[in-house]
């Protein structure tokens, strides 16, 4: 706590650091540590202890730690997956057993994990990556995945719990607790970006990233419930879905015209009195939600 912040995190870039984790001191020792980020890692240690555990270290560095932390991974990952098989449930997976041999699938799932992480400890070394590597990558983006899944799926299941004990519309939820959370890591990337003095990838992320998320989210999942069930899904499209509809072609007309315009000095340039319209944009769009929920609009 306090120390600088190139001695704690030599690899840490600044620029994707959030605002309040560190302050610059005036005698040149450069950026150092604030009690926040302390907190803040205490806060994340023990999931990021499990995610160290269950992803091979697949980063551009290599040395002694990130191989004896490779050589835990292989067993973990396997649990993990049996957990993602299981649907979250921790109980079926624990008495899951493997057909005709009557053995806990989780035992056996150990067991090649332990075999695995005899094979890498015999096959690779401290002093250069293994052969392997790009295979690391490759699994170790499989297993982000899952964790991915597995957290989203926790979440939206204590939002919805919430939801119903409190009486609070799952549509309301959704447009507000779960936007909110799933714009997050784009929040903090597209920071990082405009930060670096790269305003024009700020901005096409913005886009991209819901886009890609929207095309991939319900694209593979309703393809993959019509292969399923061999029917198309039915589902009801709420008041509180075509109000979101609405603002959303409002703000993204509104971005055709802003950025382009000359008065605005064109080229993705935009004044600060644009920021705040889309903030009050999305203020109307919250309290019309909440009118429309209450009963208050049709």
Known sequence: LGAPLQDV????????????????????CGPVLTAFY????????????????????????????????????????????????????????????????????WLVLAGAGAVLSVLLMWGTHAKAPPGCHPMLVICGFVVAVMWLDLLAGEMVAIVESIGQIWG???????????????????????????????????????????????????????????????VPIQTPITAQCRVAYGFLALALGSHAVAFPLRRFGGAYTVPRSYSIYLFFLYALFLLVSVLVEVGVLP
């Open 168 to 230: 609070i519309s799952t549509s309301i939820l959704g447009v507000t607790v779960i936007a909110v959370g799933n714009s997050v890591g784009d929040y903090v990337a597209d920071t990082a970006a405009a930060r670096g003095a790269d305003a024009r990838m700020a901005v096409a992320a913005c886009f991209g990233s819901p886009l890609l998320s929207s095309m991939l989210g319900c694209g593979v999942s309703l393809s993959l419930f019509t292969a399923l069930n061999g």
């Open 9 to 28: 995190a030599p690899d840490l870039d600044e620029a994707f650091l959030l605002p309040g984790l560190v302050f610059t001191v005036a005698d040149g």
């Open 38 to 105: 302390f907190l803040l890692f205490l806060a994340e240690w023990p999931l990021m202890t499990l995610r160290y555990l269950s992803i091979p270290a697949a980063d551009c560095g290599w040395d002694a730690p990130r191989r004896a932390l490779l050589l835990l991974t292989p067993p973990f990952a396997l649990l993990l997956l049996l957990l993602e098989a299981s649907g979250g449930e921790a109980d079926a997976a624990l008495h899951q057993r493997v057909p005709g041999l009557g053995v806990r699938t």
